[in-house]
């Protein structure tokens, strides 16, 4: 059969535009994401046990990752990852504005500079300072302790986490000792696990963290009979120190993604496995105070 020109070049535009129609098809099943793309969230966790497990027998089973698994289930529009980091590099991804949000984080003026929060994701119990049994006598053997009595003693080496915030009391008074010998802050993971050895070998005097993974990382290293923890008096004040809430990029990206969260933690908060989540950590002789907690304080805070 004989074509002429202009039957050749309408063949010859014909099969080029099925070559590039089979190729498309081709990309939208190897990648599925080429064709119907979704928005992405990229969650921050630190190494943080009980609140983030990474590795054990207990691997994703902090309260603090059952929280994000909820808020995952719940915002199917986006597609979800994770990254475990440093608190530093944590939050260098907050302040360039990537797509990036934390569950369980205090709210501070300092963060509102580069963060949009949500409503309260957790309550949790304060952060108490934590020393040897042995030496109980050095702080004059009372169950609580003011710690700014205690930083304004320069011979007591207390142990911090750099750029972590312990609640806008504890961080108040933190701020007014910025040059301090007896403060060692320390950064990187495993902070809890670190301080601890410190904490054995005398090198620190003792160091503040909340109940719930103090006493996860003590008995983790069989050394719960011998420390004891201490409530910090300047704590007891409010719940400011027991409200955690998530924290995305302050874009206009990050706010749409809080109106989001906000919607689900309304809806799920009050539900049991949302409460469980930390509850699983507690003690008997807490369990009672936190509860009455959740339901008169918690679910009725949503600014």
């Known amino acids: 059969m004989v074509y002429s020109m202009l039957q050749v ?17 081709s990309l939208s099943f190897a990648f599925p994401h080429f ?5 992405a969230i990229t969650w921050m966790e630190v190494n943080m046990p009980p609140q983030f497990i990474q590795g054990g027998a207990e691997a994703n089973h902090g309260y603090g990752d059952v929280i994000t698994a909820i808020l995952k289930e719940q915002m199917p529009e986006y597609e979800h990852y994770t990254m475990v980091t440093n608190v530093i590099r944590h939050f260098n991804r907050f302040k360039q504005g990537e797509h990036v949000c934390s569950v369980g984080l205090y709210k501070t003026a300092e963060r509102e500079s580069f963060m949009h929060f949500s409503m309260p994701c957790m309550l949790v119990l304060p952060p108490v300072l934590v020393i040897k049994k042995d030496k109980l006598a050095t702080f004059g053997e009372h169950k609580s302790v003011r710690l700014d009595d205690i930083l304004q003693n320069k011979d007591c080496i207390i142990g911090l986490g750099k750029d972590r915030s ?12 910025p040059d ?5 802050f320390f950064t990187g993971q495993e902070l809890t696990t670190n301080f601890f050895k410190m904490l054995l070998r005398d090198r620190i005097d003792g160091l503040i963290g909340t109940p719930d993974e103090i006493m996860f990382q003590a008995e983790k290293m069989g050394i719960r009979d ?13 719940y400011a120190g027991w409200l955690g809430v998530v924290g995305c990029s302050k874009t206009e990206w990050g706010r749409s993604a809080i109106d989001t969260i906000n919607k689900v933690l309304l809806k799920q908060r009050p539900s049991e496995r949302y409460r469980a989540a930390y509850e ?8 009672e105070t936190y509860r009455n907690i959740y339901q008169h304080v918690f679910l009725r805070t949503t600014q």
Do not use: F, M, P
Request: net charge positive; hydrophobic share 40%.
């Open 9 to 25: 070049r309408h063949l010859t535009r014909s099969s080029v535009l099925v070559s590039n129609l089979l190729l498309l098809l």
């Open 35 to 39: 064709s119907s793309a979704k928005d």
């Open 166 to 177: 312990y609640g806008s009391e504890i961080d108040s008074i933190i701020k007014r000792y």
């Open 180 to 184: 301090r010998d007896n403060l060692l």
């Open 226 to 238: 011998t420390i004891a923890t201490l409530t910090i008096e300047e704590n007891q004040r409010n």
């Open 280 to 287: 699983r950590w507690l003690d008997a002789n807490s369990l």
